[in-house]
C-alpha cells in the first residue's frame, strides 16, 4: 500500500515514493536562485537505503541529477535516481542528464513529473531506449512547486499571477484610517520576503503605493538571483508620497495603466518606466511580452478584487490575523462582483499552515487552471 492512497503511484515502491518526497524538499532550496529554470531535486537509492542527494542550486548550474550522480560516485552504479522532474535530454547551459544517468550505470530512474518544456522534453523515452527502467509517478506536488515553471508553457500570454494579503478575522486589510502596519506578525512578513524572492516583480495597485510608501524589496533569507522588478498598477500616475519606489538605488520602477499626459511626463523623469494598459489582462500580457513569468500582487483590496472579478489570480496567499477591525476598515476585496453559491468558483487548497500567530492558507484557482 503506498501513503498517499493515490493508485497513480502503486508502481514505485514506498522507498521510492519517500526519495521522491524528500527530492521536492530539497528541490526547494532553488527558490529565488534557479528562475527561470525548474526547482529540482534528486537522490540516490541502494538497496532502499539514500546513498546521495542533490538539488538545482543556480541558474545555469549543475542540475540536480549531475549533483546526486557525482555524490553517489561508484555506488550509483545499478541504482535507483528519483528526481522531481523527467531529465533533460538536451545540451543547454548544462550537458544532457539523460546521458550523465546512462553513463553513471543508474538501473532505474523514478521520475516526479515529465518536463512541460518541448526542448528538454523525452528524457524518459531516451531512456527507456538506452535500456534505464523508468517509472512516471505523476507526482502532482512537483507542478503545485514549480507553478510558476508550468504557467509559462500552459499559459504564454500572460505572467504566473499570485495575490497576497494580510487580512483581520473579518477580512479587512487596513484599519479605518487606512493602516495595514503591521496586521501580521513577524513569522508572517519573514515569509512575504521569502516569497518575493521567487518572482519576477512585485506589484500593488496605486493607492497602496501612496498610502504605505512601500520598499517592495527582498530583505530575507534569500538573496534572489535577479532582484524582482516593482510594479505599480495606476490609472492616475499620481505617485506622491511613494518616495521608496521612486528611489533610483532600487530596482527597477514599472507603472502599468492609462496614465497620461503631466503624470506620465512626472513618472518618466522619475525613472519610472510607464506601460500603457487599459485593462489589467492587457498590462499583463504587456508585462508578459517585457519578460515577466511571475508576478507577486500584495493588494490593496481594489486592485485584488479587480483581478480576481476578471480571473487573473491563479493562487492566493492568504495571511489571517487573530483580530478584528469592525466598520469602517479597508476590505480586501473592493469591486468582486457577488455571485451565487452555484456560481461561486471553490478554490484548491494548495496549503495550510500556521506562521507564528497568523495562518497561511494557499489556494489555486481550478478556473485558471481549467483555462491553461
Ligand atoms: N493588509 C494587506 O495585505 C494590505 C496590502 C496592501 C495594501 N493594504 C492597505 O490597503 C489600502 C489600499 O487599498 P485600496 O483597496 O484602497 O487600493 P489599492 O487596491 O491599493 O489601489 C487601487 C488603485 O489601483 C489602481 N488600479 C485599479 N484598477 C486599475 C487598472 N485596471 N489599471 C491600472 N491601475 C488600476 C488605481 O490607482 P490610481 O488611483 O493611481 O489610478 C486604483 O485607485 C491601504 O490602506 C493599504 O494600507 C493592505
Known amino acids: ?19 521522491l518526497e524528500h527530492a521536492l524538499a530539497l ?6 536562485r534557479v528562475q527561470p529554470n525548474p526547482m529540482v531535486g534528486a537522490v540516490v537509492l541502494r538497496d532502499g537505503e539514500q546513498v546521495a542527494e542533490g538539488w538545482h542550486a543556480e541558474f545555469g548550474g549543475e542540475h540536480a541529477e549531475a549533483v546526486a550522480l557525482r555524490a553517489a560516485g561508484d555506488r550509483a552504479k545499478g541504482a535507483t535516481l528519483a528526481v522531481t522532474l523527467e531529465p533533460c535530454r538536451h545540451h543547454g547551459k548544462q550537458p544532457p542528464c539523460t546521458d550523465l544517468i546512462r553513463q553513471a550505470g543508474v538501473r532505474r530512474v523514478v521520475i516526479g ?14 531512456l527507456r531506449a538506452g535500456g534505464v527502467e523508468v517509472t512516471l509517478a505523476s507526482f502532482t506536488a512537483v ?18 499571477v499570485a495575490l497576497k494579503l494580510a487580512t483581520s478575522v473579518d ?5 479605518r484610517a487606512g493602516r ?3 496586521i501580521s506578525g513577524p513569522e508572517a512578513r519573514a515569509f512575504v520576503h521569502w516569497l518575493r524572492a521567487g518572482f519576477d516583480a512585485i506589484a500593488v495597485g496605486g493607492r497602496t503605493a501612496r498610502r504605505d510608501d512601500p520598499a517592495l524589496t527582498v530583505r530575507g533569507e534569500v538573496t534572489p538571483r535577479v532582484p524582482p522588478r516593482r510594479l505599480v498598477f495606476s490609472r492616475s500616475g499620481d505617485l506622491r ?20 499626459g503631466d503624470a506620465r511626463v512626472a513618472l518618466q523623469r522619475a525613472g519610472a518606466e510607464v506601460i500603457p494598459a487599459e485593462t489589467l489582462a492587457e498590462g499583463l500580457r504587456a508585462l508578459r511580452r517585457r519578460g515577466v513569468l511571475s508576478l507577486l500582487v500584495e493588494g490593496g483590496g481594489q486592485l485584488a478584487g479587480r483581478l480576481l472579478a476578471a480571473q487573473l489570480v491563479d493562487r492566493f496567499y492568504w495571511i489571517h490575523s487573530p483580530l478584528w477591525l469592525g466598520p469602517g476598515s479597508v476590505p480586501a476585496f473592493g469591486d468582486l462582483p457577488s455571485q451565487g453559491l452555484e456560481d461561486a468558483e471553490r478554490w484548491a487548497v494548495a496549503e495550510r499552515r500556521a506562521l507564528g500567530d497568523d495562518t497561511l492558507l494557499v489556494l ?9
Open 1 to 19: 500500500m503506498n501513503p498517499s492512497g493515490d493508485e497513480r503511484f502503486q508502481r514505485c515502491a514506498v522507498t521510492e515514493l519517500s526519495a
Open 27 to 32: 528541490a526547494w532550496r532553488g527558490w529565488g
Open 113 to 126: 513529473l515529465p518536463d512541460p518544456n518541448p526542448l528538454a522534453a523525452g528524457g524518459a523515452a531516451e
Open 143 to 160: 507542478s503545485r512547486q514549480n507553478a510558476i515553471f508550468f504557467h509559462q508553457f500552459n499559459h504564454p500570454d500572460r505572467p504566473f
Open 171 to 175: 477580512g479587512a486589510i487596513a484599519d
Open 180 to 182: 495595514c502596519r503591521w
Open 241 to 260: 508620497g511613494a518616495t521608496q519606489l521612486l528611489d533610483p538605488t532600487q530596482p527597477p520602477l514599472l507603472v502599468v495603466g492609462d496614465a497620461a
Open 364 to 372: 489555486e484557482s481550478r478556473a485558471c487552471s481549467a483555462a491553461s
